[in-house]
């Protein structure tokens, strides 16, 4: 029986048990965005349900693109729950069931973010204490987070969360549990220093922030994509997922599902890599129909005010030969501050929006009546990573107001600064 939840949270889709946490696809309809609701059974002790508030309430804290947003918590007839952001609920560990590994161009800059995730969720007082592949997401077109904040916890100490976050990450890129298989003996490209880098934090010689710094220093080139094949494989995880689904389902459980939701798997596929040798990522092409026109300046309130000012416009010119470029960062841009981006002006509703950006770069998209001071008085209604070619990303119904594409990570260049490029943003209607 569904459990007895705020009105503003509507159930669709019962997915699955965490251990002893119901996880459910809602719907927040006062945002109208889809969330993640994990609730405690009925079954739990006040002790547990504080030790599970806890460490929720410690992750809301934190805001990091590579870990899982908590909205809200609370009790609901005694029974303590969650709610965080829907990143598509496709774990790593579904991904191997799968026969999916995590695509080796995209495994440095995701390793290396979800240890430094782990790093600030540490500077909290708190562990998480249960990381396996389970709680590592990772859906298409977004950035890998680390969740399953709650769970009951099997290891007490932060080096141990380091130690088991390293060795999921050799799983989900080897396919394999056992650690005599190296991330450098299977996945093309990498260096024995990414073997040095997850032994070292498995064997406490590495906290999680030595560990994220050990792999962004590691040098990696991906290679060149070429301009066909689609590829089936990104929905084999997809498939996983919605067969569990259809067979909680099939065998009774409560499930309402609303079919016209346009949150069920909202990402954009993505490119995926195999046991031995990952294909390279696509490079996916531009919707070629009619544009909504679009007018855009810089925002920086976290910064200066100024971010190439004069170039903004080249973002919606239709000219591939125009861009705009951030600044070039001599560190990462989230150890400086949570991120610079675009605010748009469209004519009308979009439905989606197109991107064409240096790929790595993680991002969120909001949405505000007007220009808001506080990045964090935007609504909030997409988050990801940029593809190689363009990122085509939905978009909820709104008419009028400001969009916003807020960048909070930017890749490295070979100069060793970090810098992102801008090339086109089309609204669609």
Partial sequence: MPPP???RYRLNVRLGRDGDVDEWLATDDNLERPVLVRVLGPEATPQRSAAFTASVRAAASVGHPHLQKVYAAGDAG????????????????????AGETLPVE?????????????????????????????????????????????????RREAADDTA????????????SSNPAVKPSHVAEGLPASVDDALDDAHDGRLDAAGLSAALRAIPYSPREAPDSAWDWRPFVAFAFVAAAAVLVAAVGLAVSLDPESAFLFPATPAETGS???????????????????????????????????????AAVDDDSDTTWQTEAYTEP???????????????????????????????QV?????????????TDVASGTMLAGVSHIHLPDRTGGRWLLWLTSL???????????VSSVRFLP
């Fill in 275 to 313: 046991d031995v040798a990952p294909a390279p990522t696509p490079i996916l092409q531009a919707d070629e129909g009619p544009a909504l026109g679009a007018s855009v300046r810089t925002y920086d309130p976290l910064g200066d005010g100024v971010e190439a000012n004069d170039q903004a416009g």
């Fill in 333 to 363: 841009l989230e150890g400086i501050k949570d991120g610079v981006g675009l605010v748009f002006s469209v004519a009308g509703a979009p439905s989606a929006m197109e991107v064409t950006a240096t790929s790595g770069t993680t991002y």
């Fill in 164 to 175: 088991d976050l390293a060795d999921a990450l050799r799983e989900a890129l080897t396919g």
């Fill in 411 to 421: 890749p490295e260049t070979s100069e060793g600064t970090y810098r992102a490029t």
């Fill in 5 to 7: 939840l705020p009105e």
């Fill in 78 to 97: 005694s029974v303590a729950y969650s709610v965080s952001e829907w990143d598509g609920a496709v774990s790593a560990a579904d991904r191997l069931k």
């Fill in 366 to 378: 909001g949405w505000s009546g007007t220009v808001p001071q506080a990045v964090s008085e935007w």
């Fill in 106 to 154: 995209e495994f440095l800059p995701n390793a290396a973010g979800l240890a430094d995730a782990l790093s600030r969720f540490h500077a909290t007082g708190t562990v998480h204490g249960a990381i396996d592949t389970s709680a590592i997401h990772f859906s298409a077109a977004h950035p890998a987070k680390l969740g399953g904040f709650g769970r009951i916890h099997r």
